[in-house]
């Protein structure tokens, strides 16, 4: 069955970077796209952008956008959050997430991983 296992939690302050991982197994990883969301407690889920099964393309929340970055290994089947400027309202539950197609849509998935805690404070 699919399983997808985010790593990389920590604390960071403000302006500073931090780096999530998701290790995915149970499908062929490079045919679909990947995203990231996040989850904040009484707000809901949001989503933080997505990636190109072949890498091609990618695309990013506004509320994100020139701050994250998103990449993917479809040999070591992994995609990577790189997160830099961090701000406290990117303190979240980050989620990766296999989409039901090869280009990414918001929400468009069918599967999650647990998820990995980010928290920006000084």
């Known amino acids: 069955q699919v399983r997808l296992v985010e790593s990389g939690e920590g604390l960071a302050q403000p302006g500073g970077s931090l780096r999530l991982s998701c290790v995915a197994s149970?499908?062929?990883?490079?045919?679909?796209?990947m995203s990231w969301a996040r989850q904040v407690p009484g707000k809901g889920l949001e989503w933080v952008g997505g990636?190109?099964?072949?890498?091609?393309?990618?695309y990013y929340a506004d509320s994100v956008k020139g701050r994250f970055t998103i990449s993917r290994d479809n040999a070591k089947s992994a995609v990577y959050l790189q997160m830099d400027r961090l701000e406290p309202e990117d303190t979240a539950l980050y989620h990766c997430?296999?989409?039901?197609?090869?280009?990414?849509?918001?929400?468009?998935?069918?599967?999650w991983g647990p998820g990995t805690q980010v928290t920006v404070s000084s």
């Open positions: 990636i190109y099964a072949d890498s091609s393309d990618t």
């Open positions: 149970g499908f062929m990883f490079s045919d679909y796209a």
């Open positions: 997430t296999k989409d039901t197609r090869s280009t990414p849509r918001v929400f468009d998935y069918d599967s």
